[in-house]
């Protein structure tokens, strides 16, 4: 099926029900909607049909929800060739994704309740005048129902284990900069700085039935990660083994009582966790609309390794019951706002920020019936003073990706240690370089230029032989070798775990086991360093992929 946007006057709509030539041949079936029957109530995602021998060739359907235009699609030739007789077009409505409506201030989910569903015929004008005349729209009423009528008898939520059960689930995630809130960076739009899309499996080893504990085996099956547009697919070979953890009903992991694992995922600007963490259900029944603290809450801070992310305790509120994804579920929401300790900068790329401001959200849907955790939607945003310079680009440089994709012996990493890209160029003699390592002795300051010689590292995590003159030349440490120069400020650089010798390129540092460099010298002109506002907004989304 393929995608049509057109320039559509949503008041065509109003001639819903107006037959203005015929659709097609004589032996067409009638075009109007088939699927869902007028008066049906429906949930999540619903498919609107139309009968694909009702669309001319060249003909397109444009639907509406309540007269708000959605999309217009077109049947492809592929679909047209294999149809079968009663072949149906349809477009899915699906109710869980947030809409932009002109009738409200903000984007929202569709209300519980009476909608009005329209699927509208165009085809090709006649000759070559060009353009597509609308034919006749079929629309029908239907009850959203998303929700599911709370009692008033609490529920006991619970997980329950059952012996040698295997559940796949997806998780997505993304880290990205808020534009609208962070100092020098030009735009609108928000800047992504990492993302990552995985596949864990928890399987199910051993239940103690009196205790409802059970031995459960986490392994992360998959793993991609895209940084600045550049996207690495981890071989299955090279991602952690098999965390085998001791829980609870409740969720509560009785063994062992800390992540062991040292996964290096952390350092990529996506919280990436080689095992699924079961939210904690409260100890006592629950009715909607009650409210109880959860202690000791991990927060997946991106960019902080898990021994220091901070263990807070969070408000939860039991806000509803709901389908999702085919299952009836009790939806909790959980909240949090501090400030982390000074000790505990937030590091994503090259980018430090100290002492941060989080505030946390998450949406944790369990099958109440079943005892299954079907999905969590967490939402962190951190906000913060940097020192490093923020663009339009972001602030990672090649050095960080790099630094992402190498590996050190035994690490992850889909270049294994192997060399990183060359270095950038060097700046004109003489002349500033504008964050490009000066040559030596220039007259004027140059930015990002180093009092001494740097070698660069080649695939991020090892460090390498001399390289060409870089970007971001820093004493010490420099994501990419600078050529001498003068007027930068010292590196910040943060020292890594040792990798194989590289070539020279991006992604390592002027020491041998450097991780991410940070630069003075990417920051401004000659000594001075200023502060800046930047805000980071993290998205986790992980799902129960539920067999069709």
């Known amino acids: 099926m393929s995608l049509r946007w057109m320039p559509f006057v949503l008041g065509a709509l109003a001639f819903a029900g107006t037959a203005l030539t015929p659709a097609s041949g004589q032996n067409s079936p009638p075009f109007t909607i088939r699927f869902p029957p007028d008066g049906a109530t429906v949930r999540e995602k619903v498919p609107i049909r139309v009968p694909l021998a009702s669309i001319p060739a060249g003909g397109y359907v444009a639907y509406a929800v309540d007269g708000e235009f959605r999309v ?58 060009g353009g597509s005349s609308m034919v006749e729209t079929s629309s029908v009423t239907v009850t959203l129902a998303n929700a599911i009528p709370a009692g008033n008898d609490g529920i006991a939520l619970r997980y329950r284990f059952e012996d040698g ?25 928000d800047i992504e700085v990492a993302s990552q899309n995985s596949e864990l499996l928890l399987a199910v080893e051993d239940v103690y039935r009196s205790t409802g504990r059970a031995i459960v085996r986490n392994r992360m099956t998959k793993l991609a990660v895209r940084n600045n547009g550049q996207e690495t697919t981890y071989p299955k070979e090279t991602l952690p083994k098999s965390i085998y953890q001791e829980v609870d009903g409740q969720g509560v992991v009785l063994y062992p009582k800390e992540n062991k694992t040292n996964d290096p995922f ?52 039991f806000i509803r019951l709901e389908w999702q ?61 940097t020192s490093q310079a923020v663009s339009s680009t972001g602030f990672m440089s090649g050095g960080e990706m790099g630094g992402a994709m190498g590996g050190a012996a035994g690490m992850p990493g889909a270049m294994g240690g192997a060399a990183g890209m060359p270095g950038g160029m060097g700046g004109a ?10 040559m030596s002795a220039p007259p004027m300051p140059s930015m990002g230029g180093s009092g001494a010689p740097m070698m660069p590292g080649g695939g991020g995590l090892a460090s390498g032989a001399p390289g060409m003159p870089g970007m971001g030349g820093g004493r010490g440490r420099t994501r990419m070798g600078g050529m001498p120069g003068s007027g930068g400020m010292p590196g ?24 991410y460099g940070m630069t003075g010298g990417s920051m401004g002109m000659g000594s001075a360093e200023t502060s800046k506002q930047v805000t980071l907004k993290s998205v986790t989304v992980t799902e129960l992929q539920i067999a069709k």
Not at 269 to 297: E, F, M, Y
Not at 334 to 342: E, H, S, W
Request: glycine fraction near 14%; include cysteine; charged fraction near 20%.
């Open 325 to 385: 994804s085919g299952r009836e579920t009790a939806v909790i929401k959980q909240t949090y706002k501090g400030t982390l300790p000074k000790d505990s900068p937030v590091v994503i790329g090259s980018m430090q920020i100290d002492t941060p401001e989080i505030k946390f959200d998450c949406d944790i849907y369990v099958a109440y019936k079943t005892g299954t955790l079907i999905k969590t939607v967490r939402n962190l945003e951190i906000s913060g003073k």
């Open 165 to 189: 059960s295997n559940r796949t689930y997806e998780r997505t995630g993304t880290t990205s900069i808020l534009a609208g809130l962070s100092q020098g960076t030009t735009g609108t739009g």
């Open 72 to 129: 217009a699609l077109t049947p492809t030739s592929e679909q047209r060739d294999k149809a079968k007789a009663g072949e149906m077009f349809e477009y899915i409505w699906d109710t869980k994704v947030l809409v932009k409506s002109p009738r409200k201030p903000k984007t929202t989910l569709p209300d519980d309740g009476q909608h009005t569903l329209s699927a509208t015929l165009f085809i090709p004008k006649p000759g070559n005048a």
């Open 429 to 438: 003699a003489g002349m500033p370089s504008s964050m490009m390592g000066g």
């Open 492 to 515: 910040m650089g943060r020292r890594g775990m040792g990798g194989m010798p590289g070539m020279p390129g991006m992604g390592g540092s002027g020491a041998p086991g450097g991780l």
């Open 266 to 317: 952390w350092t990529l600007g996506v919280p990436v966790s080689a095992n699924l963490v079961l939210p904690i259900l409260p100890a006592q029944q629950v009715r909607v609309g009650d409210k109880w603290t959860t202690p000791n809450v991990e927060i997946d801070v991106p960019g902080m390794a898990p021994d220091k992310r901070p263990k807070v305790s969070v408000e939860s509120t």
